[in-house]
């Protein structure tokens, strides 16, 4: 099986095009064994560039742990990167199917080749019933946004805004995010029963009113370097709680986003890079 190992702002995956090549077995077991980074091929996970009778691609991604995620954000900028660079289809802009919908994505293109690209993510979804959370409102009404609820988790009480990107996503706002709430917190809150699909877990410090630092424990994988759903629900989140304007650049580990959330149409845009590493093949 040929692959091509890809990164986005440090979030790095294993592509595999199924327009020309074939899994030697299910997704769900192959994706740990190629994202080992000791004995595999090592990176965050399994993306599949498809065919797709809605867009022109569809992706599906899968974490190491075998569970497939609705959405990836860094992902579907390096899936932008490889269909152009490598023929599959040419559109620019470009639309790919994936776990949230068809998603509408806007290619910056450098001597032949995709350097960044644009992504409108759609909007954002702030019903807790369909992050999903049950966490609620401080309001009460079930229809309200849980932006600043308190959040006891181990002795401590944080405080909780939930977003979905059409995966779910959890953002406490800290005074620096250290390896105590990352490593320590991010797996037991991924895991905690007020979350009943899970969790992506973002711990965000906010610099200036347009910029954010962020690091981000996913559902699934554990600490990457980036997650481009969870900047954009950082970015939610941060407007929700009064902490920056709508443009607004976010630090990760892996390099830097730039997220725009939209107030006519509440419609969330990203933008960053998409590099590819190196390809192979893998004899399993």
Known sequence: MKFTKMEGAGNDYIYVDLFRETLPEPPETLAGKVADRHFGIGGDGLVLICPSEKADVRMRMFNPDGSESEMCGNAIRCVAKYVYDHGVCRRNPLTIETGKGVLTLYS?????????????????????????????????????AAVGVPFDIDGRRLSATCVSMGNPHVVFF??????????????????????????????????????????????????TLACGTGACATAVAAVLNGRCGRAVTVHLLGGDLFIEWNESDGRVTMTGPAREVFAGEWHG
């Open 108 to 144: 910056e293109v450098e001597d032949g080749r995709v350097a960044r690209v644009r992504v409108d993510m759609g909007e954002a979804i702030l019903a807790p019933e369909q992050v999903p959370t049950l966490l609620r409102a401080p309001s009460g009404r079930p229809e309200d």
């Open 174 to 223: 800290v005074e620096k995010p250290t390896d105590e709430l990352v490593l320590g917190l991010g797996p037991k809150i991924e895991l905690d029963p007020r979350f009943p699909r899970r969790t992506n877990v973002e711990f965000v410090r906010a610099i200036n009113r347009a910029e954010l630092e962020m690091r981000v424990w996913e559902r699934g994988t554990g600490e």
